[in-house]
């Protein structure tokens, strides 16, 4: 993946450290994810944060489906009102890789599109958010295979280029 951690709480040995420093009671939390930094990074002093993941659930137990613009928009109010130090995103990489673009023949070329298309709404979805957080002066980690296609896809280049945002291999 892109940040090459061995152990997921590495993560907090990161750039995080100094913003730690300025902001002990922010937290982190994690999207397209389920719990596995944000607990982590709470044992560590950071306040609570969230995970919100296909296999996660909201208040009401409803699952975080960002396929579905509801919970899209839910997870956009959760980010505004709790304005978490560091979003960790970690969306799902299949329809980028360099292995699924070798069995490409293999399915239906319109079904294989509708998949890629999907995908990518998710990664311009988790995009918008971290845009969020750089316009906010907080911070996100994206997580995805270095060499996955999603690295040129516009909204990926728009973030990049926003001051203070760097890639880490």
């Known amino acids: 993946s892109e940040m090459c951690i061995r152990d997921r709480s590495d993560i907090m040995s990161l750039h995080v450290g100094p913003a ?3 902001d002990p009671q922010g937290s982190v939390s994690e999207i397209y994810s389920p719990p596995r930094i944000a607990p982590i990074a709470e044992k560590r002093g950071f306040a609570p944060g969230w995970s919100l993941d296909l296999t996660t659930t909201d208040a009401a137990g409803r ?9 899209r928009e839910r997870a956009r109010k959760l980010l505004r009102e709790t304005k978490p130090l560091l979003l960790v995103g970690s969306p799902m990489c299949t329809w980028f890789s360099i292995l699924q673009n070798l069995n490409k023949h293999k399915i239906d070329s319109a079904e294989w599109e509708k998949r890629y298309r999907q995908a990518v709404e998710h990664i311009k979805f988790v995009f918008e958010l971290y845009d ?17 296609r ?15 945002v760097e890639k880490i291999r």
Do not use: K, M, N, T
């Not at 699952?63 to 919970?71: A, G, I, N």
């Not at 750089?134 to 060499?147: A, D, N, Q, T």
């Open 20 to 22: 730690f420093a300025l």
């Open 132 to 148: 969020i957080q750089v316009r906010s002066g907080r911070y996100f980690l994206h997580e995805h295979p270095w060499l996955a």
């Open 150 to 164: 999603s690295w040129s896809l516009p909204c990926i280049r728009e973030v990049e280029a926003l001051p203070g």
């Open 63 to 71: 699952p975080w489906d960002f396929s579905q613009h509801e919970s």
